[in-house]
């Protein structure tokens, strides 16, 4: 599985007044109609319990420059890290993340040792034309672009 690239995100959520986040890079699209994304979460996660008894999250697609937070949510936190929040409709976000997704979810389906959070997004938004950090073979990595500002068009399928 190390061989596949993968983006990397920061689930937040909030639940009894505490703030959780938690980085995967089990995320995908779901549906574009209706909107769906999935985050696959390990049951032994702390942040398993609290997604599904808070019902909503957020996903915080990193940048390329974010891989000390990618490091801190995945369970190594730097002592006295300032991470920067900014709320979406109640729930915690990362300031300087490229993108933000919020879903309520939708559905939970066992996957062995993980479960996957089906979410309806409710909100979406992005900063800008940033890098986006990856993630292969245990290293955080980098898109070099060879060429810039070139807008490469999407084919319709329907």
């Not at 420059?65 to 949510?73: M, S, Y």
């Not at 034309?129 to 073979?137: C, E, Q, T």
């Amino acid at each position: 599985m190390g061989q596949f690239v993968t983006g990397v995100t920061v689930i937040t959520t909030t639940h009894g007044g505490e703030i959780r986040g938690m980085t995967a890079n089990a995320f995908m699209s779901g549906s574009l109609d209706p909107p769906l994304c999935v985050v696959s979460i390990a049951k032994r996660a702390h942040m398993h319990e609290l997604a599904s008894q808070a019902g909503r999250f957020v996903v915080n697609i990193l940048a390329h420059d974010q891989g000390d937070l990618a490091i801190h949510f995945a369970g190594r936190p730097r002592a006295g890290a300032a991470i920067e929040l900014s709320w979406i409709d109640g729930l915690p976000a990362l300031r300087d993340a490229l993108a933000h997704i919020g879903a309520r979810i939708v559905a939970e389906h066992e996957c062995g040792d993980h479960t996957l959070f089906v979410g309806h997004l409710f909100h979406m938004d992005a900063i800008g034309h940033g890098r986006p950090l990856i993630y292969h073979r245990s290293r955080f990595g980098d898109l070099l672009h060879t060429k810039q500002d070139q807008v490469i068009p999407v084919p319709e399928f329907w």
